[in-house]
Structure formats: C-alpha cells, structure tokens
C-alpha cells in the first residue's frame, strides 16, 4: 500500500488502482496472466506484458516458473526494465 501512495499524482489519480496494485507482492496479475495466456495461444505465440521495473527479475523467473521457454525483458526509452516478452516454441 505504501507503494501506491508513494505513486506520483499524476499517475495515482489517473490509472485504476486495480492497474497499480497488484496483490500483496505485486505479481499477481502478472501470474495469471502467464499461467492463463499458454492455453490460448498457438506455437510461436507470445503474451507481451508492461511490468513493474522493481519486479522485472521476479516477473522473468515467473513466467519460467510456469514454463515459457523464452522470455526476455526490455528497457523503456529511460532505460528501466518495463516489458517482458514471453515466447512459445514454434512447432517442429
């Protein structure tokens, strides 16, 4: 909660607390994302996630976690990690 009120008003007053706040370690809508995001998705498919550049390390072990075989983190244009691009395997 701490997080959220420390936020920048322009961005607390403006986003939907549901898009700022995310369970108790801040995951979790990035968890059912990942976990829920494979059986919709064909072979090459990918989820493409905006995360929380403090949780960048623990959303990249997650989505291994729940078995994408390729995942990368991007920087935004200031050079926080922001973006996780989560791959399937193409078919062979």
């Known amino acids: 909660m701490t997080e959220y009120l420390d936020l920048d008003p322009a961005v607390r007053l403006w986003e939907p607390r549901e898009a700022l706040v995310s369970g108790p370690n801040g995951l979790?809508?990035?968890?059912?994302?990942?976990?829920?995001?494979?059986?919709?998705?064909?072979p090459g498919g990918f989820v493409a996630l905006e995360i929380d550049?403090?949780?960048?390390d623990a959303?990249?072990?997650?989505?291994?976690?729940?078995?994408?075989p390729r995942v990368t983190v991007y920087d935004d244009l200031f050079g926080r990690p922001?973006?996780?691009?989560a791959r399937l395997e193409e078919d062979a």
């Open 53 to 56: 550049e403090r949780r960048a």
């Open 59 to 68: 959303a990249q072990e997650l989505a291994r976690e729940y078995g994408w």
């Open 82 to 85: 922001r973006f996780l691009l």
């Open 28 to 42: 979790d809508a990035t968890r059912a994302l990942l976990g829920g995001a494979r059986a919709l998705l064909e």
